[in-house]
RNA sequence: GCGGCCGUGGUCCAGCCUGGUCUAUGACACAGCCUUGCCAAGGCUGUAACGCGGGUUCGAAUCCCGCCGGCCGCACCA
C-alpha cells in the first residue's frame, strides 16, 4: 500500500474509475489522462456548477466552436507568432533543444525573449555547441505550442487544434452583439476542449495536452467598467498576491474586499474584481476551503501577449502546492482589433446606452475544469481510523445515493433492486450492491464519495421502511419506502437536516411525523 | 529537453546484484458460493502480472541497447 496522502488518493482515483492514464495498452503518452466512469460523472458535476454560475446567475450566452480552426484565426489572435519557443536542432545528432536552455547551460546567460537573429549570432560568437554530442548547431526555428494540422485533402490549408476556446466567441463576435441587442456588459462563454503541446508534460493532471476548459469573455465599454450587480460581490473577502510583493520576493496577502480592491486600484476595475469574487465563490461551491483559495498577480513577464492585467486563482494542495485553476485576464481590446484588422470587417458595436459605436475590451474569466477536479478530490480525501472516505459536496458526488440489502436472503436483495430501479427512475443516480458484506458495501461507497446509503433490512419486509445511512457521520434514519425518493431529494438539496428527515433508527414503531409517502 | 532514480496481476510489493525447479512471492482489492440481524469479520473457489521492441545466451523478470511511461531536480507553463 502506498504511504502518502497524494498516493493513495491516486491509487484510489485509479482504482475506483476516476482518472486512468490514456492509451495504457500502448504504454501510454505523457500529458493525457482519461476520466474512467466516476470521473466524468464528477466532471460534468463540476461544469454543471460552472453553468449555474455563469449562465444561469450571469445571464451569459454559451456557444459551441469547432476545435480545429484555420491558421488565420491564430494568426490574428498571435498565437502562431507568439505562442512558442525559438528551438535549435544539431546538425551531427539531431536533437531538438531549446535556444535559451543551451545558451544558458554554456554561457550561464538568459536570452529569453531575444530576436532571432541575434540568437544566432551570439550562438556563433559564444560558440554554443550541443550538450549531448559536442556537434554544431542548426538553424534556430520556432517551436510552436500549438499542435498542427491540415484542413482538407492536400496540405494547402493549414489549421491549428485551438490552444483556448475564446478565439472561437471573438470570432462570432458580430453575431453575438447583434443577439445581445446593444445591452453592454454581455459575457459569452464556451465550455471545450483546448490543446497545447507542451513540450514535457509533467505532474499528472495538472499539466495536459488536452484539457478541458470554461472560458468567459465580458465584453464592456472601456469607458464604463460596471458590474450591474456588483453590490452583490462588493464585500466578499478577496486575498491577493500583489506583483509588486513576488517581485520583492514577499508571500504578503493582502485582504481587501472586492469593493476596496476597486477602490484601493490593486485590480484594474469593477468587472475584474466583480469576476475574481465569483470566481472564489465558484471554487467554494466545489468544496474548496477558503483558507486554500487565494489571487495571485500576474508579473509583467509572466502574462500573455494579449493581456494588461491577470490574476491567476490559485488552489493549495498537498502534492502541487499552489495550482493555478483559473486565469482572470484583462485582454483589452486585443483580441477584438487583432481580427478586425486581419480579417477587414467592423468589429465595433452600437450601446443602446451610449448611443455611439463601442471597440469593446474584454475581461476573461477563464477556467480549467481538470485541474479543479483534482482540487476537490484532494480536499476531499479525507482518512479516519480505518476509514478512508471522500468528503465530496453531496452536489459533486458522482453517486447520489448506494442501495444494499443488509442480508443475501429473505427477498431482500430482491427488494433492494426494486427499491433502487425506483430510485433511477425518479431520476437519481443510485446503485445497487450486494457483494461483500454490508460493511464493505458502506466502505466501497464511502470511497467514492456516495452521500448516503439505503439499506433493505427484515423490518423493510414488514412495515415498507427502509434506513438512510449518513457518509460522513455514519448514523441512520429510518424512512417509508413511498417517500424515500424525495426525503433523498431534499437531503441532497439540502433542503432538510439528516436528522429531522426521518425517524431515529431503533425506534419500534415510525412516528406519526413521518408516516407519510411525500415528505 | 537535460541530469538522477524507477517500471512485476486492479493496487502495493518479493524475486533481479550472483541468469535455470519462476508453470513468479505476499498482502490488499475484485467476482462467485457459504456464512452473516448494520459499518472493510470469517471460510472456500476463482479471475489476474514480468511496459514495448531488439540483442547476448542452450536458457532472460534477471545481463546489454533503443523506445515508451513514471517520480525528483533544472528548464518550460503564453
Known amino acids: 500500500m502506498p504511504s502518502g496522502k497524494s498516493e493513495k488518493l491516486m491509487d484510489l482515483a485509479k482504482r475506483r474509475g476516476f482518472i486512468w492514464p490514456s492509451f495504457e495498452i500502448y504504454g501510454g503518452v505523457g500529458g493525457f489522462y482519461d476520466f474512467g466512469p466516476l470521473g466524468s460523472l464528477l466532471k460534468n458535476k463540476i461544469i454543471q456548477k460552472w453553468r449555474e454560475h455563469y449562465v444561469l446567475e450571469e445571464g451569459f450566452f454559451e456557444i459551441d466552436s469547432p476545435s480545429v480552426m484555420p491558421e ?7 498565437h502562431v507568432d507568439h505562442f512558442i519557443d525559438a528551438m535549435v536542432e544539431c546538425q551531427k545528432c539531431g536533437t531538438a533543444l531549446r535556444v535559451a536552455d543551451v545558451a544558458r547551460e554554456a554561457t550561464g546567460r538568459d536570452i529569453e525573449g531575444m530576436p532571432k537573429g541575434e540568437i544566432e549570432q551570439f550562438i556563433e560568437r559564444h560558440k554554443v555547441r550541443c550538450p549531448d554530442c559536442g ?17 482538407g485533402p492536400g496540405s494547402r490549408k493549414v489549421g491549428y487544434l485551438r490552444p483556448e476556446t475564446a478565439q472561437g466567441i471573438f470570432v462570432d463576435f458580430n453575431r453575438l452583439q447583434r443577439y445581445a441587442r446593444g445591452r453592454l456588459p454581455f459575457g459569452v462563454v464556451q465550455i471545450g476542449r483546448g490543446y497545447r503541446n507542451e513540450i514535457s508534460p509533467r505532474q499528472g493532471i495538472i499539466r495536459l495536452r488536452e484539457f478541458t476548459m470554461a ?5 464592456f465599454d472601456p469607458e464604463d467598467p460596471h458590474h450591474p450587480k456588483f453590490k452583490d460581490a462588493a464585500n466578499e473577502v478577496l486575498r491577493l498576491w500583489l506583483a509588486g510583493d513576488q517581485e520583492k520576493g514577499k508571500e504578503r496577502l493582502t485582504e481587501v474586499t472586492a469593493e476596496q480592491a476597486v477602490k484601493k486600484k490593486l485590480v484594474c476595475n469593477e468587472l475584474m474584481a466583480y469576476y475574481l469574487a465569483l470566481t472564489k465563490r465558484f471554487l467554494l461551491d466545489l468544496g474548496i476551503p477558503e483558507g486554500a483559495i487565494r489571487f495571485r498577480e500576474q508579473t509583467k513577464g509572466q502574462r500573455a501577449h494579449y493581456s494588461a492585467e491577470t490574476w491567476d486563482a490559485e488552489v493549495s494542495t498537498e502534492r502541487f502546492g499552489w495550482v493555478e485553476v483559473a486565469g482572470l485576464a484583462y485582454r483589452t481590446d486585443y483580441d477584438l482589433s487583432g481580427h478586425a484588422k486581419f480579417s477587414g470587417k467592423d468589429l465595433t458595436m452600437f450601446s443602446a446606452d451610449k448611443k455611439r459605436k463601442v471597440l469593446c475590451h474584454v475581461v476573461e474569466p477563464s477556467y480549467g475544469i481538470d485541474r479543479p477536479l483534482y482540487c476537490v478530490l484532494e480536499h476531499a480525501y479525507a482518512e479516519e481510523k480505518k476509514r478512508t ?21 429473505d427477498g431482500m436483495p430482491e427488494k433492494a433492486r426494486e427499491v433502487c430501479e425506483k430510485l433511477k427512475r425518479e431520476g437519481l443516480m443510485a446503485v445497487h450492491d450486494n457483494s461483500g458484506s454490508i460493511g464493505r458495501r458502506y466502505a466501497r461507497a464511502d470511497e467514492v464519495g456516495t452521500p448516503y446509503c439505503v439499506t433493505v433490512d427484515h423490518k423493510t419486509l414488514e412495515d415498507d421502511t427502509v434506513t438512510i445511512r449518513d457518509r460522513d457521520t455514519m448514523t441512520q434514519i429510518r424512512v417509508l419506502v413511498g417517500g424515500l425518493h424525495g426525503v433523498l431529494r431534499s437531503l441532497l438539496r439540502d433542503e432538510i437536516k439528516f436528522g429531522e428527515a426521518g425517524a431515529q433508527v431503533g425506534a419500534k414503531r415510525l412516528p406519526e411525523e413521518f408516516r407519510r409517502d411525500t415528505p
Open 72 to 78: 488565420e484565426v491564430l494568426k490574428a489572435s498571435g
Open 135 to 151: 556537434g554544431v548547431l542548426g538553424k534556430i526555428f520556432d517551436f510552436n505550442a500549438m499542435f498542427r494540422t491540415t484542413i
Open 389 to 409: 472516505y471522500m468528503r465530496l459536496k453531496k452536489s459533486l458526488a458522482p453517486i447520489d445515493v448506494g442501495v444494499f440489502p443488509l442480508l443475501n436472503r
Open 215 to 219: 472560458e468567459a469573455e465580458v465584453f
